[in-house]
């Protein structure tokens, strides 16, 4: 079974509006992280923002924010005021357990914001 | 600060011939992972190090790949031989623990595009 899941392949949102990433999540492990990460056409991989199992609020960085539902396992991410600049692929990543384990990945998702 | 440095940032080389792929983690990280992305397979773990110690290789396709990290500022990825089917690219990342939760997150270099022909 997959570990993170991302049904949408491909989204297209309208500058300066606002866009919701989906991610849902499997884990048995009660203390986990999630992380997004923004991949831009060059290739490099910029983490965006994270959310720990045990927070008790939803984790924001600016325009980003991160919709956390613990007890439906989702972390959906929510870009604000979208830019051209946002137009990326989006990956929704898990690490399992507490500490410095590897990430697992989403199958992504493209993001195109027009004009 | 200096973020994460791999090189080369591109790759051409022949089927059968010796790749080494190259990391610098960011200065004081304990943790440094290589990945692996491809379109068929998304991004996937490969090996990754804690101060400088192999933690799981389960990743690693098959024995012609092999990792090293002989010092905390420096981990090569070596295929031999190289193979078609190599051709992906290849992310190395480093994290350390800190007190604060948000301080293991991994961050990535710019990658090394391989292709092999």
């Known amino acids: 079974a997959q570990k993170i899941t991302q049904t949408q392949p491909g989204m297209f949102v309208q500058e300066k509006e606002a866009v919701t990433l989906d991610c849902t999540y499997d884990t048995s492990d009660p203390s986990y992280g999630l992380f997004w990460y923004k991949q831009p056409s060059s290739g490099e991989m910029i983490f965006l923002i994270y959310?720990?199992?045990?927070?008790?609020q939803n984790a924001t960085e600016g325009r980003y924010s991160l919709n956390f539902q613990k007890a439906r396992k989702s972390a959906n991410l929510v870009i604000s005021a979208s830019q051209l600049g946002d137009s990326a692929m989006y990956f929704c990543a898990m690490r399992e357990g507490s500490g410095n384990t590897p990430l697992v990945f989403g199958k992504g998702t493209r993001l195109s914001v027009i004009a | 600060d200096a973020g994460v440095i791999q090189s080369p940032r591109h790759e051409v080389t022949e089927m059968g011939q010796e790749v080494t792929l190259r990391c610098k983690p960011i200065s004081g990280h304990d943790y440094l992972f290589w990945y692996r992305q491809t379109m068929m397979r998304g991004l996937e773990l490969l090996i990754y190090f804690n101060n400088n110690v192999p933690i799981d290789d389960s990743g690693m396709p098959e024995d012609r790949f092999s990792a090293k990290m002989p010092n905390a500022s420096f981990s090569t990825l070596k295929i031999q031989p190289s193979e078609p089917r190599d051709s992906a690219v290849y992310f190395c990342?480093?994290?350390?623990?800190?007190?604060?939760?948000?301080?293991?997150?991994?961050?990535f270099g710019p990658g090394t595009r391989l292709t092999v022909l």
């Open positions: 959310q720990g199992s045990y927070d008790q």
């Open positions: 990342a480093s994290s350390s623990i800190g007190t604060i939760s948000s301080t293991d997150t991994q961050y």
